[in-house]
């Protein structure tokens, strides 16, 4: 990627941050990270483990992609051309601004294609980038799945809980059957000749499609690739990628922790789960500002959890969320060594 392609992504991402930051409640930020204590800190590490995971989950689709590869050039080895940490760093600050893009991929996933793209070439880097954004989506509707069952086996269902719990898995399973029709046959070809018959956009991408099919064609050919050759990576990495969503229930865990020292685990992983289900539905907002907030009252208080607990820690969780969008910003000028 060029310095002013980072430059850009850097300038306009701190630029949202700095609206964010502004916007918190400084006196009511500082009080719940002096309420937390070092709880904070553990919460901060978790997520530079989570973010591990899922460079793990990219890199297995890199490396599924570099061996599917007939092309014997070592310089199209993507595996040989940078290192796990560098794609770390990467992962780090496309999540940055995926976290604070409106639409969410309308950040991240175009910066991770321009910064692999020297290294592979635009068409494996959008593949792979496109592999691991329906990965992580993918795990995500596995876990609101799960979640709902989860639900169903610990709490007493009434009408209304068991028609929402119905509804949560109509969805989820739906989902989960288109995303495995875009494993096997592709999906980018699919979405273009979409967007081709809706009135604003069809102006864009008529041409697009018209003068890009091959390339296109070849991208979806090599996302179907991963399903039809290597389904063993296929579950390796969304496997990867549930274990990330179950395991970033802790952040929850430690927080309460705090408050209710007796807390259980199970009730934080529903707490995420349909927080996260009800803030990705406001995914046009950046950081899910307020969607996310809502999501933790209306899942923490149906558990018998207070509305001030909530609050507090939908605010702790807050604050990670700009620690990290900060970190992953910043190091995207960071020089890390790219060569294994």
């Known amino acids: 990627m060029t310095k002013k392609s980072q430059n850009l992504f850097l300038i306009f991402g701190i630029v949202v941050l700095v609206i964010m930051v502004f916007n918190l409640d400084f006196a009511e930020a500082l009080r719940g990270l002096q309420h937390t204590g070092y709880w904070f800190l553990a919460v901060i590490a978790l997520w530079a483990v989570l973010y591990m995971m899922n460079t793990l989950s990219w890199w297995l689709i890199l490396k599924h992609l570099d061996n599917n590869d007939g092309d014997d050039d070592e310089s199209n080895n993507a595996t040989h051309n940078f290192s796990f940490w560098w794609l770390y760093k990467v992962t780090i600050s496309g999540f940055a ?185 406001l995914f046009f907002m950046p950081l899910q500002l307020g969607g996310r907030e809502g999501g933790f009252l209306m899942s923490a208080t149906s558990m018998g959890i207070t509305a001030s607990t909530s609050i507090f820690l939908a605010l702790i969780v807050r604050l990670r969320e700009l620690v990290w969008t900060g970190i992953g910003l910043l190091i995207i000028k960071l020089k890390v060594k790219d060569k294994c």
């Not at 996933?109 to 993918?138: N, Q, W």
């Not at 809980?161 to 949560?168: E, K």
């Open 97 to 281: 601004l995926n976290y604070a893009t409106p639409g969410g991929l309308m950040g991240g996933e175009p910066y991770r294609i321009m910064e692999l793209s020297p290294y592979i070439g635009t068409e494996k880097a959008s593949s792979s980038v496109i592999l691991f954004a329906l990965t992580h989506i993918f795990s995500h509707l596995w876990f609101w799945l799960l979640s709902a069952l989860l639900y169903a086996a610990l709490f007493p269902l009434n009408i209304l809980t068991g028609s929402m719990l119905l509804a949560v898995t109509v969805f989820c399973a739906g989902g989960i059957w288109l995303f495995i029709a875009a494993y096997k046959h592709g999906m980018t070809v699919k979405v273009m000749q979409i967007l081709d018959h809706i009135p604003l956009l069809k102006r864009w991408a008529h041409p697009f499609l018209e003068k890009h099919s091959e390339k296109l064609c070849e991208i979806d050919k090599q996302i179907s690739s991963l399903h039809q050759k290597s389904k063993s990576t296929l579950v390796a990495v969304v496997s990867i990628e549930l274990l990330c969503r179950i395991c970033s229930a802790l952040e929850i865990f430690f927080i309460l922790l705090v408050i209710m020292p007796r807390m259980n685990f199970l009730h934080c992983i529903l707490i995420l789960a349909f927080t996260s289900l009800f803030a990705n539905m």
